[in-house]
């Protein structure tokens, strides 16, 4: 588990999430469920220490001074700073909602990471239904990752306006999935969530990450929403 210090300095509630662009407290770093090494040898430690501790400090960071900037701008009136800052909330606050997403969607195999999702739950019926296998699923989601060009997102996602279908969509830099896209997985696709271990062989990574995925996290989203 993390050290007291983190486990002290981050706290987030998850049910805040959706309403994160009206919510002017600050946000935090979530807690992580497992160790920085505990995703070995399919993401190494040294890139989850980096990814945790500073970038996606660094959402929130930005996020929390964007907020506090633009909070200032309107009382004074400043419309054209306002909508210029407005820019950095989505830019920082996506970052922060979509690193709250990934690190809940990832578990070690010994907290069964990559454990397909019980074969009578909902959300198997519906892979079944809709791509044949979870190996499908799997396949058009890499194929949809190594299609980012630069940084970027996938989403496996329940779509609520078209009766709860499943789809894998992807998004550019920090832009998130919202309204009635539910994200059930969300994979993070920016070089540094890869490139210290798996360099400029991405695929390798997009490959690998299957094996901590935690799907009883899917599961839970997919029921809940």
């Not at 989850?48 to 970038?55: D, Q, W």
């Not at 210029?84 to 989505?90: G, R, T, Y």
């Not at 789809?167 to 696709?189: E, K, M, R, S, Y």
Request: glycine share 8%.
């Amino acid at each position: 588990m993390l050290s007291q210090t983190f486990r002290t300095a981050a706290r987030v509630n998850f049910k805040s999430l959706p309403t994160i662009g009206a919510v002017r407290t600050k946000v935090s770093l979530p807690d992580l469920d497992w160790d920085f090494g505990a995703l070995e040898p399919h993401i190494s430690g040294q890139i989850n220490e980096l990814h945790y501790t500073k970038h996606h400090q660094t959402y929130v960071t930005g996020y929390n001074t964007a907020i506090e900037q633009q909070a200032e701008a309107k009382a004074k009136g400043e419309v054209k700073k306002t909508i210029e800052l407005q820019k950095n909330i989505n830019f920082h606050g996506g970052g922060y909602t979509n690193h709250c997403l990934f690190w809940k969607n990832l578990a070690p195999t010994s907290q069964g990471g990559g454990e397909a999702p019980a074969s009578d739950s909902d959300l198997a019926k519906k892979i079944a239904e809709q791509y044949g296998s979870l190996d499908n699923l799997k396949a058009i989601t890499n194929a949809k990752l190594a299609g980012i060009q630069g940084s970027g997102w996938a989403f496996i996602v329940k779509n609520k306006e078209n009766g709860g279908e499943l789809d894998v969509v992807t998004t550019f830099n920090q832009d998130t999935v919202t309204g009635p896209l539910v994200p059930l997985v969300a994979i993070d696709a920016w070089e540094h969530a890869y490139y210290l271990q798996y360099q400029n062989v991405k695929a390798d990574y997009f490959k690998a990450i299957w094996n901590v995925i935690n799907w009883k996290e899917a599961e839970k989203r997919f029921l809940v929403n």
